[in-house]
């Protein structure tokens, strides 16, 4: 499915790459180390949506979570919101999923430095390949803080069958041109880092 995906949505990826790289100069992705199924890192892969140094720039916003988000945030590049809005910034994790590193529907993957503090209840989220959208996504996403997504995805990881993974789909397609989301400070990941 994801391998039929990316030859349909091929002209679209195309044009969102040669946008990016005509609004925002070069650096059309942004790769990231992300935890796979077991906590084995792989290299995500999304279409950039932020400056180059976002995460060194948090720092200088007076950010306590470099990987949060604040109003307004001027990080975020002029093409980037539209990107994000659509979810279109996550159409290259598609060539993530015909690799084996993730699959079309599962908990999404965190970044490395907040994995390193999972708890061994927030750790089952790993027992299956991550996802590009998934049961969290669909039931709140950005807008619900982390402690409400390790339920969710634990629900997703007792729960999972080939019928609700459709409905997830579904559901995700239904919902891709979103509102922008209220900022949440991810409190849980700031506290765990300290």
């Known amino acids: 499915m994801a391998f039929s995906a990316l ?13 990016i790289r005509v609004s925002d100069g070069r650096g059309v992705l942004f790769v990231q180390e992300r935890a796979g199924r077991g906590g084995v890192p792989f290299r995500m892969l999304k279409f950039r949506s932020m400056v180059h140094d976002s995460v060194a720039m948090s720092s200088s916003l007076g950010m306590a979570d470099p990987y949060g988000l604040i109003e307004n945030d001027p990080r975020i590049t002029r093409c980037g919101r539209f990107l994000r809005r ?7 994790q598609l060539w993530n999923v015909v690799r084996g590193d993730m699959l079309l529907v599962g908990p999404r993957p965190d970044v490395l430095p907040q994995v390193a503090h999972y708890s061994p209840l927030d750790a089952r989220r790993l027992e299956v390949k991550p996802g590009i959208t998934g049961w969290a996504q669909v039931n709140g996403r950005d807008d619900i803080d982390w402690p409400q997504r390790f339920i969710l995805d634990r629900w997703y990881v ?5 019928a609700l993974d459709m409905r997830i789909l579904w559901r995700t397609f239904t919902s891709l041109n979103r509102g922008e989301p209220p900022v949440h400070v991810d409190h849980l990941n700031i506290d765990r880092a300290a």
Do not use: H, Q, Y
């Not at 030859?7 to 946008?19: A, D, E, Y």
């Not at 659509?86 to 290259?92: A, K, Q, Y």
């Open 86 to 92: 659509t979810s279109l910034d996550e159409l290259p």
């Open 158 to 162: 007792d729960n999972r069958t080939p």
């Open 7 to 19: 030859l349909v949505l091929l002209p679209l990826i195309i044009f969102v790459g040669v946008w």
